[in-house]
């Protein structure tokens, strides 16, 4: 075990605690977007984040579990979906979001970093976990939701709404088929997103 | 212009017309599956399938539109969905074609091959034309007969099987979520496919 002030004591301007933590997750994304994944080292988020290479690997064992929290911190600011009282207000919602975070300035890191989880499995592994697990209890939120307003079955399953929308959106961005629009978010609202959560078994 | 006789004629064994062109694109593909697609050069693939590479650039201009092609060839063995009389069937049908092209010896050439079109606009156009303008006459076949016998509307959309399908299967493959094995197929006709196809707009 590596003593946390021996292992900073050498580093000039290090930070602290939930601070540090922030910085380098912070110095994880700005060299995913400059180097991408696979030629990201350990030496240079320590070096970028001003922080020791020993306390990176106290905090996160492996590179795949810190690129899954770092991206986590970008997106989990526009975690919350507003209920708005609708099934497709809800859905045109968290649609808007997912597309929100595809296209900002972090959605060239994700993609880099799918691509990188490909051939990855432990990264692809550990990026679910990570960083899709916080939406499960959204999407349960919003079908609870719904069911109550009479609008889905109680037995639907929250999991088909994350399988839909990062299947279809991450397909969009690795083919290049579209901009992530207004008019498409309708089209997968309307045309899959709707008829799949209401969909009544014969 | 290069006259095919002179690209031809220092190549020894080399082969002519559809032949030749079929050799090609064996050579292609083997080469994909060794060293995938951003280090295969045109000179490997003239070597591999013994032809100039004269020849190969008079038959495809560029790197992408040889390889759509090439994976085409792989392709269209399998392009063919039986009439099997019932929407289900027929879907079940193309689920299954889907996944044995995704999960075959070139399974990993096409996740090879996706990984370099998310960074080769050229390469993502060429292959949603060549390799999957074709499955859209399917489709549209498909739709017909299902509006025929009362269980699709004719308005729908025959592009959304292929918009759902590409999509639900590739992010699975990228993802690594799962096998694609026979509950996997039948949970995408029966809980996404199927309600897509059969919604009635309110």
Redesign the interface.
């Known amino acids: 075990m590596v003593d946390i002030d021996v292992a900073e004591k050498d580093v000039p301007g290090s930070r602290r605690g939930a601070g540090r933590r922030t910085a380098i997750c912070q110095a994880t994304c700005e060299l995913l977007a400059k180097v991408g994944y696979d030629r990201m080292t350990m030496d240079a988020i320590a070096t970028q984040a001003k922080a020791s290479k020993a306390t990176i690997y106290r905090m996160w064992p492996d590179k795949p579990q810190l690129v899954a929290e770092a991206l986590k911190c970008q997106f989990s600011e526009n975690s919350d979906v507003p209920n708005t009282g609708s099934l497709r207000g809800d859905l045109m919602a968290l649609m808007t979001l997912a597309c929100e975070a595809a296209t900002s300035e972090i959605g060239e890191i994700i ?1 880099g970093v ?2 990188a ?3 990855d ?1 432990r990264l ?2 550990t ?2 976990q990570t960083v899709f697990a916080d939406k499960a209890k959204m999407h349960v939120d919003l079908v609870r939701r719904a069911a109550e307003r009479g609008e889905v079955h109680p037995d639907t ?1 929250p999991a ?1 709404i994350h ?2 929308i ?3 959106i ?8 579209g901009p992530l629009d207004d008019a498409y978010i309708r089209h997968v609202v ?3 997103l ?3 959560m ?2 009544r ?1 014969p």
């Open positions: 993609v799918m691509t989880a490909a051939h499995p692809a592994e990026l679910s399953d088909l399988e839909v990062h299947s279809l991450s397909g969009r961005m690795t083919w290049m088929l309307d045309d899959i709707i008829p799949v209401t969909y078994k």
